[in-house]
Every structure is written in C-alpha cells, then in structure tokens.
C-alpha cells in the first residue's frame, strides 16, 4: 500500500521568506506526484505535478517541486512567499491508479 | 473555467437517519471520484467510477454507504444510518480518465455533521 508522509502540520512565514514543505511517501513501484493547495473558503485545486521528465518541476503561482527518487520524496519550495499563499498544501501520489494524500500543510503567512 | 458541482454544501442530520450527496463531474469526464475528508487529515477515497462502473470500492464502508452513477455522468453518495463518525467533509473529484497522471478536478465538498 501507498502513503505519503507531510512532516510539517503548522508553518508560519513572514512575507518573502522562502518556503519549502517536506513530503515523503512510500510505494514499490512508478509513480505519479502532485501537490494540491486549498486557500480559505475554495476548493482543492492542483498546484503542480510530476510524472515523468526533468524531476523540477515548476506550478502555478511561483511554486516549485522537486522529485528526489532515492529519497522518495517530493518536496515543494518558493523563494519568496505572499499573504495570499496562506492556505493549506496537501502532497499526493498516485501508484496503480489511486491517488493518495498526505495529512496536509497548514501555512500561514503573516505581513 | 468547468468546475465540478456538488449539493448541498452543508447537510446536518442525527444520527441513524439517511442522508443523500450529489455530485456532477466536468463534462466529459469519464472517471468520478468521492473523497472523504476528517478534520485535521488528506482526502481519503471512498469510491471511484469509470464510466457507470465501479473501479475501487475497497474502502467505502458499504454496510452503511452506497455510491452510484447510473448513467455515467452525475453520482449519489448515500449514508444509511448515519453515525456520528461520519461527519467529515465529501468531496467529488473528476478526471478525463482512469490515469495515474490525470489531474483529479476538486468540488467545493459537502460538510456533513451528525448529531
């Protein structure tokens, strides 16, 4: 069975400081990665995605992940954060077609 | 920009009655996914559709749920009797297809509190 582990529950920033959130998952075989983010009061949406390629992998908004496959992880960074990053981050992988998520990444991001 | 529609938002019921979700996927979209997310924890998935078919049902706890697409576009998830640990946010996703690197495309979910 696939998990994934988000090893950051709670993060707070001040505006342009620079971001990265940890994501580990666990699975035998090809992979498929995602991050998906949910601002206050939307729903989930897809942040960026790796699935085959150059393993850096850039999204929306200025964020970045980076797929490490010795380490199994997929870890996501952005130099510079704003206030409107505040939201919440969940890592996901998909192994055999099912997509499962981490327990998510609640950041705040205070002026 | 489509989205993926879900009703009602909010759904408040006591315990051992019935409650119903709805969910309308992009259309077009063949695979419908429904989630269910407990506070503090990632969206789990409960049941997913290709088409009118179930693909993975492995965990939806089906002595009490049941999910269906009888025509292959709009679903219903059901609870009967709804228990207090089922309150948790449903959520419907849905993808153009069954592939490990299809984006799943998110509704605004369904809270569900049981009293």
């Known amino acids: 069975a696939q998990s994934v582990s988000q090893h950051n529950h709670h993060v707070i920033l001040s505006e342009a400081a620079s971001l990265e959130l940890g994501c580990n998952y666990s699975?035998?075989?090809?992979?498929?990665l995602f991050w998906y983010v949910q601002y206050p009061g939307q729903h989930l949406q897809l942040l960026l995605k790796y699935f085959s390629g150059d393993p850096l992998v850039k999204g929306i908004k200025g964020f970045e992940a980076e797929f490490i496959k010795s380490k199994f992880s997929f870890n996501l960074r952005k130099p510079s954060v704003q206030w409107s990053d505040t939201a919440e981050y969940f890592c996901a992988v998909n192994g055999g077609n099912k997509l499962t998520f981490g327990t998510g990444t609640q950041l705040k991001v205070e002026l | 920009e489509a989205e993926v529609a879900q009703s009602p938002r909010y759904k408040i019921t006591e315990k051992s009655q019935a409650v119903a979700f709805w969910c309308d996927p992009i259309?077009?979209?063949?695979?419908l996914y429904w989630y269910r997310q407990i506070l503090g924890q990632g969206p789990e998935l409960l049941v997913q559709?290709?088409?009118?078919?179930?693909?993975?049902d492995s965990q939806l706890p089906k002595d009490r749920f049941s999910a269906e697409r009888l025509k292959g576009v709009d679903s219903t998830l059901k609870i009967q009797p709804a228990e207090l640990g089922d309150s948790a946010m449903y959520l419907c996703?849905?993808?153009?297809?069954?592939?490990?690197?299809?984006?799943?495309?998110f509704g605004p979910g369904t809270r569900l509190t049981v009293l």
């Open positions: 559709f290709q088409d009118e078919s179930v693909v993975d």
């Open positions: 259309s077009g979209h063949a695979t």
């Open positions: 996703a849905s993808s153009p297809r069954t592939s490990g690197t299809d984006t799943q495309y």
């Open positions: 699975y035998g075989g090809t992979v498929n």
